[in-house]
Antibody
């Protein structure tokens, strides 16, 4: 079965960066696009961007352009999301999700990674 | 950007009764070349990631109970739970995947009356 396993919770100070990983199993890694979606406490879902694990091409939401970098390691079937210049508003649960039914549908989700930004 | 607006923001329904959640997109998400609506519905319970319920506006994901159904086309969509069960208490989100940025509705919190 498809599993997306994310790295553990992180605490960062404002201005720092954080890198969250998402290891995929049960699917052909290079076939399915991977997304990152975040959810601030008590808030809704916010799409951050997408990476094509095959070639590594990315598309980022305008809001995060210049601050987010999504990469992948095909040897370990892992995608990464790096967010820089953190501020308190970036405190959220960050999810990776894959689109197997269709590229932009989120049919499999990681368990989520809580990133807390606090001085 | 295709903005998604759900109504209501919250809803309380008695067990066994019907629950209806609406979702409106700021422009059509119907792709004319394949006549498919690029609209999905998700269920999120506290402390869990969202779960895909419906895609292509009306296709139920495998394993989703048949009391869940999706309908609508173009800009107006509905998620219906025909007979509410206790385990259906959750927040429900619609999402358009017609184009990027992929945007969600603000969510509808469903509770038991």
């Amino acid at each position: 079965q498809v599993q997306l396993v994310q790295s553990g919770a992180e605490v960062r100070k404002p201005g720092a960066s954080v890198k969250v990983s998402c290891k995929a199993s049960g699917l052909t890694f290079t076939t399915y696009y991977m997304h990152w979606v975040r959810q601030a406490p008590g808030q809704g879902l916010e799409w951050m961007g997408i990476i094509n694990p095959s070639g590594g091409s990315t598309t980022y939401a305008r809001k995060f352009q210049g601050r987010v970098t999504m990469t992948r390691d095909t040897s370990t079937s892992t995608v990464y999301m790096d967010l820089s210049s953190l501020r308190s508003e970036d405190t959220a649960v960050y999810y990776c999700a894959s689109g197997v039914r269709a590229t932009h549908i989120f049919d499999y989700w990681g368990q989520g990674t809580l990133v807390t930004v606090s001085s | 950007d295709i903005v998604m607006t759900q109504s209501p923001d919250s809803l309380a329904v008695s067990l066994g009764e019907r629950a209806t959640i609406n979702c409106k997109s700021s422009q059509s998400v119907l792709y004319s070349s394949n006549n498919k609506n690029y609209l999905a519905w998700y269920q999120q319970k506290p402390g869990q990631p969202p779960k895909l319920l419906i895609y292509w506006a009306s296709t139920r994901e495998s394993g989703v109970p048949d009391r869940f159904s999706g309908s609508g086309s173009g800009t107006d969509f509905t998620l219906t739970i025909s007979s509410l069960q206790a385990e259906d208490v959750a927040v429900y989100y619609c999402q358009q995947y017609y184009g990027t940025p992929l945007l969600f509705g603000q969510g509808t919190k469903l509770e038991i009356k």
